[in-house]
């Protein structure tokens, strides 16, 4: 089975401007979240999409946003560009959630984002 | 009140010997607690995981201890080798209407030297 795939892996970007990164989920997997890695802050969760709604957002301004299509793809997106955004942005799916259960989050490799 | 703290934030260990990774939370709604290894270049990996209600989970070398009252956890990798060379994270799961959202603790870099 196909694990979670990020596309692009590496992309840079000037202050201001957007940028759209990409996750297909492990086939089978609905809920799509995306994590923000950085050396200072480390793993932050960002939000988490099922059945194409945002069903939970972390602690992030609105020029961090979301969406996600019918084959639970996600893509997420940033706007206006900051220094700060740099990071390596982690999209993660898992099965449907109840409390207690065991499915676990699956990881991509990332999208590795630098801002000059 | 959601975070997970982890300790140390670096380990040297010699090829053979015992890895202890510590973490600690706050949040009594946390219902799983996974491990995950990171490897330069690539995603967090699951290594293993334990809910709430065991003390105790083993998987090969790597054994997660659990002490609820404490609210606390703890990696230990047994007979540890270079290839477990890496970064490992601790994490305290919630989970809201079917949402998982996982709170990381910083990390912990080991080297385990030959």
């Known amino acids: 089975k196909a694990g979670v795939t990020q596309t692009p892996r590496y992309l840079i970007k000037t202050r201001g401007q957007q940028v759209t990164l990409s996750c297909s989920p492990i086939?089978?997997?609905?809920?799509v979240s995306w994590y923000q890695q950085t050396p200072g802050q480390g793993l932050q969760f960002l939000f988490e999409?099922?059945?194409?709604?945002?069903?939970n957002k972390g602690n992030f301004p609105g020029r961090f946003s979301g969406r996600q299509f019918s084959n639970s793809r996600s893509e997420m997106n940033v706007s206006t560009l900051e220094l700060g955004d740099s990071a390596l942005y982690l999209c993660?799916?898992?099965?449907?959630?109840?409390?207690?259960?065991?499915?676990?989050?699956?990881f991509g490799n990332g999208t590795r984002l630098t801002v000059t | 009140q959601q975070q997970v703290k982890q300790s140390p934030q670096s380990l040297i260990v010699q090829k053979g010997g015992i890895s202890i990774i510590n973490c600690a939370y706050e949040?009594?709604?946390?219902?799983?607690f996974p491990w995950y290894q990171q490897f330069p270049g690539k995603g967090p990996a699951l290594l293993i995981a334990?809910?709430?209600?065991?003390s105790e989970k083993k998987e090969g070398r790597f054994t997660i201890s659990f002490n609820k009252s404490a609210k606390q956890f703890s990696l230990h990798i047994m007979d540890s080798q270079p290839g477990d060379s890496a970064t490992y994270f601790c994490?305290?799961?919630?989970?809201?209407?079917?949402?998982?959202?996982?709170?990381f603790g910083k990390g912990t870099k080991l080297s385990v030297i030959p």
């Open positions: 086939s089978g997997h609905r809920s």
């Open positions: 334990i809910r709430p209600d065991v």
């Open positions: 999409y099922f059945s194409e709604t945002q069903r």
């Open positions: 993660a799916s898992s099965l449907v959630g109840m409390v207690g259960g065991n499915s676990p989050l699956h």
């Open positions: 994490a305290a799961r919630i989970t809201r209407a079917g949402s998982y959202q996982l709170t």
């Open positions: 949040n009594t709604a946390f219902d799983y």
